[in-house]
């Protein structure tokens, strides 16, 4: 058997191939770099998102273990002896005292270092509820029926949650762009009913409808604006866009009590 030596063949690549290398990278690089700017975006986003619900559970707890019948106090979240139940409940989510986000002096001494809300977009929602059998007895407070952060007026140091008067700011009614989107906010007796109370799905100590119970409800409401601000990623999503992030507890001062017989 005859053996042919091994043949080695080198082949030469055409040199416009090297071109069209380049001309595809070129093509394919500026997808790729808006792809991974978008997710950068994203990651910022959902950062946000997570601030503001851990914020609304802190808040919440703060409430679930308050009287909100009690006295009304100041509209200052640096005094800790005169409760404010609504305010002070808001305050877990204003910036550290001292910090440079804090813009407003009674609006700060809380939790939040990230986000600072804006008093003309921004909003912070709560509401306490008396159930009593299988239905929400009443809704408080007074006479709005909830407390909204920015009926608070920080120049004369006023609550206009106070009375009924129409023109409130309500921030939480609108999205980021001004538009009204919502005339009540998520929480309402019907969904606390329905959810918490008959719900088979409810958590134990919630859905136990012949015993009176208490919930309050934190919803915040902030407007997120893009870090990087991406001309076709605003294009499909409004900028800023909402953040809509809420917590409902147990709230045993809520509960009802049995009327005394005289």
Not at 114 to 134: G, H, K, Q, R, W
């Amino acid at each position: 058997m005859i053996r042919l030596p091994f043949l080695k063949i080198k082949i030469n690549k055409p040199h416009h191939t090297r071109g069209q290398s380049f001309v595809e990278l070129a093509l394919v690089l500026p997808v790729l770099i808006l792809m991974f700017l978008g997710m950068v975006e994203v990651a910022f986003f959902i950062g946000r998102y997570l601030d503001v619900l851990d914020l609304s559970r802190e808040a919440a707890r703060f409430a679930s273990v308050r009287d909100p019948f009690a006295a009304s106090g100041d509209l200052n979240c640096s005094t800790t002896d005169d409760l404010n139940f609504y305010y002070d409940t808001s305050c877990m989510l204003s910036p550290p005292s001292g910090s440079a986000s804090c813009s407003q002096s009674a609006f700060c001494n809380g939790f939040n270092p990230y986000i600072v809300l804006n008093p003309a977009t921004d909003d912070v929602v709560i509401t306490a509820f008396t159930a009593l059998e299988s239905a929400v007895h009443v809704q408080w407070p007074l006479p709005n029926h909830y407390w909204a952060w920015s009926n608070v007026d920080f120049a004369t140091g006023t609550d206009l949650n106070l009375n009924a008067n129409p023109g409130h700011p309500d921030n939480f009614k609108r999205d980021c762009q001004g538009n009204t989107v919502r005339s009540e906010p998520y929480y309402t007796p019907a969904k606390v009913a329905t959810e918490l109370i008959n719900s088979p799905t409810a958590l134990p100590g919630f859905s136990d409808p012949k015993k009176g119970k208490g919930f309050v409800a934190v919803e915040v409401y902030y407007c997120y604006s893009q870090v990087l601000g991406l001309p076709l990623l605003t294009d499909f999503v409004p900028n800023p866009v909402q953040i809509h992030a809420y917590t409902i507890m147990p709230l045993p001062a809520a509960q009802p009590t049995p009327t005394p017989i005289p």
